[in-house]
């Protein structure tokens, strides 16, 4: 299984990107896909997921400007991020886990929001 991050890229405050997780089989709408981002010198965070049956949740400091869909067509699960703020600068990664418990993640993006 691979999983391959892309749509990273620097925007200014308040501007948007869209992320995509493109998995190289058809798990995806199987399995639950999580977004996580990793600040330099801190700790990897949950940014939300999505599950197979397409309940979406997200962290706290994402939501209301970050959506997670699922294109299960073409294998992949996307994070529209808007109103980007400087805090959001990260890099980010997907995840898929499936119901035994393993997981897969992919190298991550990095997104940096400039002030």
């Known amino acids: 299984v691979q999983l391959v991050e892309s749509g990273g890229g620097l925007v200014q405050a308040g501007g948007s990107l869209r992320l995509s997780c493109a998995a190289s089989?058809?798990?995806?709408?199987?399995?639950?896909t999580g977004w996580y981002r990793q600040a330099p010198g801190k700790q990897r965070d949950w940014v939300g997921s999505i599950t197979d049956k397409n309940k979406v949740n997200y962290a706290d400091s994402v939501k209301g400007r970050f959506t997670i869909s699922r294109d299960s067509a073409k294998n992949t699960v996307y994070l529209q991020m808007n109103s980007l703020k400087p805090e959001d600068t990260a890099i980010y990664y997907c995840k898929v886990t499936f119901t035994d418990g393993t997981a897969y993640w992919g190298q991550g993006t990095q997104v940096t929001v400039s002030s």
């Open positions: 089989a058809r798990i995806l709408s199987q399995n639950t």
